[in-house]
């Protein structure tokens, strides 16, 4: 089976920078995704690693290790409408390529 | 960037009738689709895999016979919410791959918001 964990909430103030972690247990292991939802919408597709290392893309990186089977979320420069849930999700080969999510983390970025 | 669509957007029914929600592939051609569910603070669950012309793989405790699911063509899946319960209200989210595309990203459809009275 499968585990995908990652913190139900976290708090960050406008500006900063907040780390979102996500570790997993899975057999199949076939590429590690996040993407962003805000409330009452769908998720819309943030980053993808499938390799080891760090993957950049604007305020956005992220980064996997898959010997530890752990990938972090990194968001700089933190703004307002930064506010949602953030849910990673594996994808496994063992179950048909379908992407396994985790419970997602809210994140709330005060003033 | 590809779209996939979703409709009706919000849904109100009374318990016991059948409800249908479409799910379109607008510029692209999706051999896979994915529903999913979603209660509120929860995260998305899986309900059922549907591939083009062949019958739908459902998750462990989803109710095939509740929950019907069509792939007719490479761009429309359906799925029929079959004499709806209160506890059904939920958010129902599509998904599709590009049959052409890179194959590691899945499209989101908007989401559909069905409410059962």
């Known amino acids: 089976g499968q585990n995908i964990d990652q913190p139900t909430e976290m708090t960050a103030t406008e500006g900063a920078i907040v780390q979102i972690n996500c570790t997993y247990q899975?057999?199949?292991?076939?590429?590690l995704f996040w993407y962003q939802q805000h409330a009452g919408e769908a998720p819309t597709f943030l980053s993808y690693?499938?390799?080891?290392g760090l993957e950049e893309k604007g305020r956005f990186s992220s980064f996997l290790s898959r010997s530890k089977g752990y990938s972090y979320l990194l968001l700089k420069e933190l703004q307002m409408k930064d506010s949602a849930s953030y849910l990673c999700?594996?994808?496994?080969?063992?179950?048909?390529?379908?992407?396994?999510f985790g419970q997602g983390t809210e994140l709330s970025v005060k003033p | 960037g590809a779209v996939v669509s979703q409709h009706p957007s919000r849904v109100i029914c009374k318990s016991g009738t059948s409800v249908k929600i479409e799910c379109r592939s607008l510029d692209f051609q999706a051999t896979t689709m994915f529903w999913y569910r979603q209660f509120p603070k929860q995260s998305l669950m899986l309900m059922a895999t549907?591939?083009?012309?062949?019958?739908?793989?459902?998750e462990q405790g989803v109710e095939k016979d509740k929950f019907l699911i069509n792939h007719a063509s490479l761009t429309l899946s359906t799925l029929t919410v079959t004499s709806a319960h209160p506890e059904d209200s939920s958010f129902y989210i599509c998904s599709a791959r590009d049959l052409k595309g890179v194959s590691y990203e899945q499209y989101f459809g908007p989401g559909t918001r069905l409410t059962v009275t």
């Open positions: 899975t057999s199949g292991f076939n590429g």
């Open positions: 690693n499938v390799l080891d």
């Open positions: 549907s591939n083009e012309g062949s019958k739908a793989t459902y």
């Open positions: 999700a594996v994808r496994d080969n063992n179950q048909g390529g379908k992407l396994i």
